[in-house]
């Protein structure tokens, strides 16, 4: 039996022409000339290990980071995702006119990356399980007039349920999303639970290991967004506002365990979804048909095919970093492997984010005027709610050409690489004291990066081809 | 680095170079994709398209033109273009609209959530 893949598109009306082959050719061509021209102009000493932060605007860092102001950021993250979970279980089932769908998976999943890289990790004040933890905590303190006891975090866990629980954000919204033969993805009521579930886990974690602990750690969104906000150069400590060099903070970012898995799982969700209807899609309809021919109902099946191609992808992604570091380790003066798979895990963030960008950036732009316009003010998609008088404007598809989505698609591929080259570069610098040494051992991680590039600028040239 | 090794690398850089142009050069024809001309009629039996989702192409700026038999009564709804036309059971429905917006899109029996259409419009 042979059946057509059947693929979700929950929101996505209009979707990206493949990148042209000329234009394919061009990027792949710039990324291999500046990776050698890099390799062979690179500074000699580490630029990057200090972040040299310092204090900006106390005057705005006091207003910003007051109290009362932390409490309106908490609240309205809080209020958000209530919003969101209601809209999610009482509103329409259609999944572009439901509040919940494009709010959690476009606006924030998407959107607080990119505003992370932007300005910072925006996402911590806003965080409503964070704040739903604190205030628990805080009455906590006041009632039994000592700070509540937690259980000590495994330290070998690390990062490890974040980049688990990565997966599964995405697993939950393009494979259980995808079910049911018909071209429909998540229902918006299946988000709402899924959120709901979330939402108990996480705080009961929070319970148990302490707030900061399982944000730090553990909880998905803070990590996940955490890591893009290493890369810019705001940041609040110690109660202040403050700028750093941009880059430097992500130095620091995969000391903990199973860091590398977060960002080798955000590259490996993305490049799935990327290639499921180019690149992967025979290889996706013929494992789907043996699981058919197998006798597994069709929903299943299906299911089954994607959720194994993810595992395969992050193991892919894993055994591709796993070389470019097992290669590194054989240079002289290299520290051990440990040290080594911890210490370049960051120079992929910039990778994870270019991925980002290039598949979901235009999907964004419409998404975003769906938000702002009718989401907003018929958040329940029941066609009789009218908050802002937008309820019936809709997305402007002309909004972007083909050319402008082809040209952010692969400037972001080639600036994610040369950022990654870089980060690379100077950790080399800083762990092999010799030079010459350290510029071997970095052949290595450009062909790492070589791979991860060209690998993102095939994907869009034969996306939905 | 010595400049025996930059040497070599940007040979190599040549070298991949070169391959990557020979191959664009070789593939150079296959970019522009034919366009569909004339009117497409899309039968759709038992709710499902026959002979599965149909594929039209147009440039920018072209009309686009297909119609649709169905035996089942549904709304066909042309994503993007967000244009949307009831169709009765046994009978039919047509659509001609230029093609103005860039990209990939789909139609589909809207009731039915079957997509019967994939309709790509290139600059």
Redesign the interface.
Known sequence: MSS?LPVA?ALV?????PV???LF?WA??IV??VS?FA??VGWRTPRLEEDRWRPFGTGLSRVLLSFPAQAVYGALGVFLLGVAIYAGLHGTEAPDRNFALTFLYVTTWLGFPLFSVLLGDVFRPFNPWRAVGRAVGGAFTAVAGQRPAHLRYPERLGRWPAAVGLIAVVWLEIVYGASGG???GLDPHAAALAALIYSAYTLAMMALFGCEQWCRTGEVFSVYFGMFGQLGCFAAKGGGLGVRRPLAAATRWATVPGSAAVVIASIATTSFDGAQEGAFKGALESTFNDLVDAGIGLTSALRLTDTIFIVLCFLGVGLVYLVGVRGMAGVAGAPSLRKLRMGFAHSLIPIAFAYLVAHYFSLFVFQEQAQFTYLLSDPLGTGTTDLLGTASA?VD??LL???AIWYVQVGALVIGHVTGLALAHDRATAYWGDY?QA?RSQYWMLAVMIAFTCFGLYLLSVA?A | MNSNTTRALLGAAAVVLAVVLLIVLKNGGSDTTATTKGVTTIVVEDGKPVGGIKQLTYNKGEEVRFRVDSDVSDEVHMHGYDIMKDVKAGGSVSFDFPATIEGVFEAELEGRKQQILELTVNP
């Open positions: 057509v598109h009306a209009r979707k990206d022409l042209p082959v000329w050719a792949a061509s291999l000339i050698f390799l062979s018909v071209a429909v809709g598809y002309r050409s083909a050319n010459r510029a939905n």
